[in-house]
């Protein structure tokens, strides 16, 4: 079926396709600004709250039962479901009603009617229905367009997460999205491209997968697992960015109980640690690389070994490691220049410091 046969509705506005297609060429490389807020749709859904379901088993039945009567008529078009599902509670993440309707139609009717309702589709239900039909079964002619609507990945990045994550040609489309995403849509591509595995996902996860958002904690230990980060920092392919990275990931685990792996429930903390010290040891000083260090070395002087994952005796040494460079000239001089005590964002910063005794901080 050919896309020129489906009519465009009249009076349309910006399509969600088109918005995004449009802010990304703006910023090529980069997550959208305001993950592409306002959508062109927004005041349509400004207050908008779908009805929720006693049971949440039965979330998506909506959509699944539109889908069947849609695909039932043979001369139904996607067209007519651009505003069919604006009244029903239209399911973000992946699920089995929907994924169900899909199975039961025709293969390539789905496929079209999905690329057709991300494509022209100027309300984010129907769009994001469409891109529930395109994750059930797409082609590599789809990766773009499931990347584009990715973009906007507070409201489509899960289900673009998944339509790339079930297919084996999809890792390096998700590492393209998860290059230029953040917030929640990071979240799912980050996991699954923990799920894949590979080797050349490891070493894009190894050094970009954090990109300091605080919902990093929900992945940050997964990061470090699925990667095995503790042969990494050990081994001989170091670099700035992974040792960079490395100071990122112990700095979230440090605190992000109850989100996600800690230090406490990763085994090779240790070696990691003690790995990461002794790297940070031969880099030049930044704020970053002083900050990601003090973090980590206050989390070790107030917690018990064991929640550190440490012994006593490992526990004290790491921590001695991490003072011998933070108490250096240089990076003192580099923490002084470039930390405003002063300024609300890094004020509880000098009662840390005061813990640690650390110089840049002294009179």
């Given at each position: 079926?050919?896309?020129?046969?489906?009519?465009?509705?009249?009076?349309?506005?910006?399509?969600?396709?088109?918005h995004a297609l449009?802010?990304?060429?703006?910023?090529?490389?980069?997550?959208?600004?305001?993950?592409?807020?306002?959508?062109?749709?927004?005041?349509?859904?400004?207050?908008?709250?779908?009805?929720?379901?006693?049971?949440?088993?039965?979330?998506?039945?909506?959509?699944?039962?539109?889908?069947?009567?849609?695909?039932?008529?043979?001369?139904?078009?996607?067209?007519?479901?651009?505003?069919?599902?604006?009244?029903?509670?239209?399911?973000?993440?992946?699920?089995?009603?929907?994924?169900?309707?899909?199975?039961?139609?025709?293969?390539?009717?789905?496929?079209?009617?999905?690329?057709?309702?991300?494509?022209?589709?100027?309300?984010?239900?129907?769009?994001?229905?469409?891109?529930?039909?395109?994750?059930?079964?797409?082609?590599?002619?789809?990766?773009?367009?499931?990347?584009?609507?990715?973009?906007?990945?507070?409201?489509?990045?899960?289900?673009?997460?998944?339509?790339?994550?079930?297919?084996r040609g999809g890792?390096?489309?998700?590492?393209?999205?998860?290059?230029?995403?953040?917030?929640?849509?990071?979240?799912?591509?980050?996991?699954?491209?923990?799920?894949?595995?590979?080797?050349?996902?490891?070493?894009?996860?190894?050094?970009?997968?954090?990109?300091?958002?605080?919902?990093?904690?929900?992945?940050?230990?997964?990061?470090?697992?699925?990667?095995?980060?503790?042969?990494?920092?050990t081994g001989t392919?170091?670099?700035?960015?992974?040792?960079?990275?490395?100071?990122?990931?112990?700095?979230?685990?440090?605190?992000?109980?109850?989100?996600?792996?800690?230090?406490?429930?990763?085994?090779?903390?240790?070696?990691?640690?003690?790995?990461?010290?002794?790297?940070?040891?031969?880099?030049?000083?930044?704020?970053?690389?002083?900050?990601?260090?003090?973090?980590?070395?206050?989390?070790?002087?107030?917690?018990?070994?064991?929640?550190?994952?440490?012994?006593?005796?490992?526990?004290?040494?790491?921590?001695?490691?991490?003072?011998?460079?933070?108490?250096?000239?240089?990076?003192?001089?580099?923490?002084?220049?470039?930390?405003?005590?002063?300024?609300?964002?890094?004020?509880?910063?000098?009662?840390?410091?005061?813990?640690?005794?650390?110089?840049?901080?002294?009179?």
């Open positions: 079926m050919s896309e020129t046969t489906e009519p465009v509705p009249l009076g349309s506005r910006t399509t969600l396709f088109r449009r802010l990304h060429q703006q910023t090529p490389d980069s997550p959208l600004p305001r993950d592409g807020a306002p959508f062109p749709d927004e005041e349509r859904h400004r207050g908008k709250r779908p009805r929720t379901r006693a049971d949440q088993r039965l979330d998506g039945a909506d959509v699944a039962a539109i889908l069947d009567r849609h695909f039932a008529d043979p001369d139904a078009r996607a067209g007519e479901l651009v505003d069919a599902f604006h009244d029903v509670l239209v399911p973000f993440l992946d699920n089995a009603h929907v994924n169900a309707a899909a199975l039961r139609a025709d293969r390539q009717r789905v496929r079209h009617t999905g690329r057709w309702l991300v494509r022209h589709s100027t309300d984010r239900c129907s769009a994001v229905v469409g891109l529930a039909l395109l994750a059930s079964d797409w082609t590599e002619e789809d990766i773009p367009l499931i990347q584009t609507i990715g973009l906007l990945s507070h409201t489509f990045g899960p289900l673009a997460a998944e339509a790339l994550g079930r297919r890792g390096e489309a998700l590492q393209w999205l998860g290059q230029r995403v953040t917030g929640w849509g990071r979240v799912h591509v980050i996991e699954k491209l923990c799920g894949r595995g590979g080797s050349t996902s490891r070493g894009w996860l190894l050094r970009n997968a954090c990109d300091g958002d605080f919902l990093n904690a929900y992945f940050a230990g997964q990061v470090a697992t699925a990667t095995h980060l503790h042969e990494a920092i392919d170091i670099d700035d960015d992974l040792v960079d990275h490395t100071g990122r990931v112990l700095r979230i685990m440090t605190d992000c109980d109850g989100m996600g792996t800690t230090l406490e429930h990763y085994p090779p903390a240790p070696v990691v640690l003690a790995a990461h010290a002794a790297h940070l040891g031969r880099q030049a000083p930044t704020r970053n690389r002083y900050l990601d260090a003090a973090v980590i070395a206050y989390y070790l002087t107030t917690r018990a070994p064991a929640q550190c994952g440490c012994t006593t005796g490992q526990r004290d040494e790491i921590v001695r490691q991490y003072l011998a460079v933070l108490n250096r000239r240089n990076w003192c001089d580099t923490a002084r220049a470039n930390l405003d005590r002063n300024d609300e964002s890094v004020a509880w910063f000098a009662i840390m410091a005061t813990r640690l005794n650390l110089r840049a901080f002294g009179p």
